[in-house]
T-cell receptor, first 114, second 115 residues
Framework: AQKVTQAQTEISVVEKEDVTLDCVYETRDTTYYLFWYKQPPSGELVFLIRRNSFDEQNEISGRYSWNFQKSTSSFNFTITASQVVDSAVYFCALLRDSNYQLIWGAGTKLIIKP | DTAVSQTPKYLVTQMGNDKSIKCEQNLGHDTMYWYKQDSKKFLKIMFSYNNKELIINETVPNRFSPKSPDKAHLNLHINSLELGDSAVYFC??????????????FGAGSRLTVL
């Protein structure tokens, strides 16, 4: 069975703190893709990153970084020096190879307080 | 120059009415989707079309009917609207190829409120 778990329903931190959003996935496939999407209060869904199962290198993009660990089936997302504009719901998702359907986590609501 | 555009953005209607939401993408993608997002933010796939062919048809009441006149358009028609249909409906498209494969580009969403 394919499954994505985002155990943190809501996280609240003060601006400039670092924060990590957890994502744990389940799949028996050897080839798959993992995604993070951001949904700010305005409501749109914004693509952040895609990672395939053969690429375990960590990714850094500005203040955002992603830690992919197949050994623990996790694809965690860290925001360094958080800002109020980072406040959003963040979704992790899993896609099987050659499949059109994303398996979505329930989302983590991140609140950054000034 | 919006990549995936949905209309209308807001829709308020009475129970029992029939309504449609339109979606168009100008990205040249082959695959389009409709998702429903409920008040708890949970995203649920409803339908997916690839080159005008239905490939995903989740357990959705048959009051919901997608129509894809061409691969750039995927419209959603809802008959006999019920209170539980109130949600935000997102259209999305996805391309192919190594770099862009399966990366969904979403529309801005259409908030449907059934009174």
């Amino acid at each position: 069975a394919q499954k994505v778990t985002q155990a943190q329903t809501e996280i609240s931190v003060v601006e400039k703190e670092d924060v990590t959003l957890d994502c744990v996935y389940e799949t028996r496939d050897t080839t798959y893709y993992l995604f993070w999407y951001k949904q700010p209060p305005s409501g749109e869904l914004v693509f952040l990153i895609r990672r395939n199962s053969f690429d375990e290198q960590n990714e850094i993009s500005g203040r955002y970084s992603w830690n992919f660990q197949k050994s623990t089936s996790s694809f965690n997302f860290t925001i360094t020096a958080s800002q109020v504009v980072d406040s959003a719901v963040y979704f992790c998702a899993l896609l099987r190879d050659s499949n059109y359907q994303l398996i979505w986590g329930a989302g983590t609501k991140l609140i950054i307080k000034p | 120059d919006t990549a995936v555009s949905q209309t209308p953005k807001y829709l308020v209607t009475q129970m029992g009415n029939d309504k449609s939401i339109k979606c168009e993408q100008n990205l040249g993608h082959d695959t389009m989707y409709w998702y429903k997002q409920d008040s708890k933010k949970f995203l649920k796939i409803m339908f997916s079309y690839n080159n005008k062919e239905l490939i995903i048809n989740e357990t959705v009441p048959n009051r919901f009917s997608p129509k894809s006149p061409d691969k750039a358009h995927l419209n959603l028609h809802i008959n006999s609207l019920e209170l539980g249909d109130s949600a935000v409906y997102f259209c999305a498209s996805a391309g192919t190829g190594v770099s862009g494969a399966n990366v969904l580009t979403f529309g801005a969403g259409s908030r449907l409120t059934v009174l």
